[in-house]
C-alpha cells in the first residue's frame, strides 16, 4: 500500500485490545536498545518513531531544502508512506538526519501528518501481535496517552554523549566527543522547547535514569514496571 502516513484506510481486524508500552526519553538515552528488549521478551511489535521524524528530514535534505522551513518538512511528512524504502536506509542513523529530524519535528503539520499511523501501529500491532511498543519523544504525553506502561527513559548528557561517541567509534565513524556533546545539547534543547508536543515525561509516567545502570539492569527494572501495571510477565 502507499497511501500516505496519515491517510491510511481504516482497520478491518477485530478488536482486542492491544497492550501498549510507551517509552520516551532524550537522544542516546537507551530507549531504542530497551524497546527491542522488551518487544522480544513480551512479543510485542516494536516501532522506532525516530525513524519517521528522521525520513521526513532527510527527505527535505535530499530534495534540496531546509528542515526548518515548514512547507518543505511538512510536503517531505504527507508524501511518506508505511513501505517507502527510505525508512529502511542506514542514511537515517547519522547524526545529519538526527539533526534535520528534530528540526522537521518542530513543525505542527509533520507531527500531524505522522500520528495517525503511529496511533494505528500501537492500536493494531503488525503480525497480530499482542502488544506494542513505541519509543519516541511524546508516546506517553501524545500518541498513546492511554498507553498501560509509560517509561521516561534518561541519563546526564556527558553519559548519552559518550555513549553515542563509543557506538560512532565501534561503527568506525569518526567522531570528536566535544562535538557529539554539543550537538547532542543543541538536540535536546530543540526536543524539549518546542511549542508542540515537547519532550517530557508524561505525569503518569515511570523515570528511569540509567546514568549509572548497564542495559541489563534497565531491561529489569522496566520489565518490573510494565508487570505492576500490566500483570504480564516476559516469555523469553
Ligand atoms: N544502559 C546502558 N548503558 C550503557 N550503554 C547503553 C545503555 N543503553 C543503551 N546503551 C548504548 O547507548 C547507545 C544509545 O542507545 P540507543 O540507540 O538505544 O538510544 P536511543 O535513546 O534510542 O537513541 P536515539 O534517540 O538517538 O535513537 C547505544 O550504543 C547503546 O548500545
Ligand atoms: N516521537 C518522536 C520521535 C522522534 N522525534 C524527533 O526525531 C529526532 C530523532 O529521533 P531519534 O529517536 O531517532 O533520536 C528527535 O531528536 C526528535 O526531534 C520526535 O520529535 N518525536
Known amino acids: 500500500m502507499t497511501q500516505p502516513l496519515s491517510n491510511q484506510e481504516p482497520s478491518r481486524e477485530p478488536l482486542a485490545k492491544a497492550v501498549v508500552v510507551a517509552i520516551d526519553g532524550p537522544a542516546a538515552s537507551g530507549k531504542g536498545t530497551l524497546s527491542q528488549r522488551i518487544a522480544d521478551a513480551f512479543g510485542f511489535a516494536h516501532l522506532d518513531t525516530g525513524v519517521l521524524y528522521r525520513a521526513v528530514g532527510v527527505s527535505v535534505l535530499r530534495a534540496g531544502g531546509d528542515p526548518s522551513d515548514n512547507a518543505a518538512a511538512a510536503r517531505a511528512a504527507y508524501e511518506l508512506y508505511p513501505e517507502h ?8 542513523r547519522t547524526d545529519e538526519a538526527a539533526q534535520a529530524a528534530s528540526k522537521v519535528a518542530a513543525v505542527p503539520e509533520v507531527r500531524a501528518a505522522l500520528l495517525d499511523f503511529q496511533r494505528r ?5 503488525p503480525g497480530g501481535a499482542p502488544g506494542a ?3 519516541g519523544r511524546d508516546i506517553g504525553t501524545v500518541v498513546c496517552p492511554d498507553a498501560q506502561a509509560k517509561l521516561f527513559v534518561t541519563a546526564s548528557v556527558e553519559v548519552r554523549a559518550e555513549r553515542r561517541l563509543k557506538e560512532l567509534q565501534r ?5 570528536i566527543s566535544s562535538d557529539v556533546l554539543e550537538d547532542m545539547k543543541a538536540r535536546d534543547a ?8 515537547p519532550l517530557r515525561p508524561a505525569v503518569d509516567a515511570f523515570v528511569l535514569d540509567t546514568s549509572a545502570l548497564d542495559a541489563d539492569q534497565v531491561f529489569s527494572m522496566a520489565v518490573a514496571h510494565i508487570g505492576s501495571k500490566t500483570g504480564l510477565k516476559p516469555a523469553a
Open 133 to 135: 511498543v513505541l519509543d
Open 171 to 175: 561503527r568506525g565513524i569518526p567522531a
Open 190 to 197: 530543540r526536543d524539549s522547547q518546542r511549542a508542540v508536543a
Open 85 to 92: 524504502p527510505i525508512l529502511q536506509e542506514v542514511a537515517l
Open 121 to 125: 501501529f500501537a492500536a493494531h500491532p
